[in-house]
């Protein structure tokens, strides 16, 4: 079974600190972040991450404080979670607004998805359930998301596993 791995908006922006929005709590993934990735790397499989890249004037600045505005630090991904993987730039809080992305899920063969990063109520939301959406294997995995609302990300994996979603965790997908 052919697997992509997915690293949803791991950028500085989100989880530092310091960033512009910052998701409290969200550094603590970044460990399983790095293993993942480098699990990826290190085994073949193919790694997409994605990444808000927004104008400065950008329409969703309405809803949110600015961040990740294309060519800043905020912008960027961490440094030790770059591996070398397929990095696809969006302007929204769903992925597959990425034209080239069901093109390059099919040229990659991709049967199977591990998806992980932020926010797991918003935009690994979009990922996961547009990813169940196609029809392949969808594992979300629990210690390597982060939040905003709690309560809204239980919604968000009850209604996932009932969709036909699994809920994994880092050790288990780097086997």
Same mark, same amino acid.
Do not use: N
């Given at each position: 079974m052919t697997t992509v791995f997915f690293d949803i908006d791991t950028q500085v922006d989100f989880v530092i600190p310091s960033g512009a929005l910052y998701v409290p709590g969200s550094e603590a993934i970044i460990p399983a972040v790095v293993k993942l990735n480098r699990w990826a790397?290190?085994?073949?499989?193919?790694?997409?991450?994605?990444?808000?890249?927004?104008?400065?004037?950008?329409?969703?600045?309405?809803?949110?404080?600015?961040?990740?505005?294309? @060519?800043? #630090?905020?912008?960027?991904?961490? $440094?030790?979670?770059? *591996?070398?993987?397929? /990095?696809?730039?969006?302007?929204?809080?769903?992925?597959?607004?990425?034209?080239?992305?069901? @093109?390059? #899920?099919?040229?990659?063969?991709? $049967?199977?998805?591990? *998806?992980?990063?932020? /926010?797991?109520?918003?935009c690994v939301r979009f990922a996961a359930f547009g990813l169940l959406k196609t029809g392949r294997q969808v594992e979300l995995v629990a210690d390597a998301v982060k939040c905003l609302d709690e309560s809204a990300a239980a919604a968000m994996l009850a209604e996932f596993t009932a969709a036909g979603g699994v809920v994994t965790a880092a050790d288990e997908v780097c086997r």
């Open positions: 790397v290190e085994h073949g499989i193919a790694l997409i991450s994605t990444v808000d890249a927004h104008a400065e004037d950008d329409p969703e600045f309405r809803s949110w404080p600015a961040h990740c505005v294309a @060519g800043t #630090l905020g912008q960027r991904k961490p $440094e030790s979670t770059l *591996v070398g993987q397929t /990095v696809l730039s969006k302007q929204s809080v769903d992925c597959f607004t990425i034209p080239e992305l069901p @093109g390059l #899920l099919d040229k990659l063969g991709a $049967e199977r998805c591990v *998806v992980y990063g932020v /926010v797991t109520e918003i």
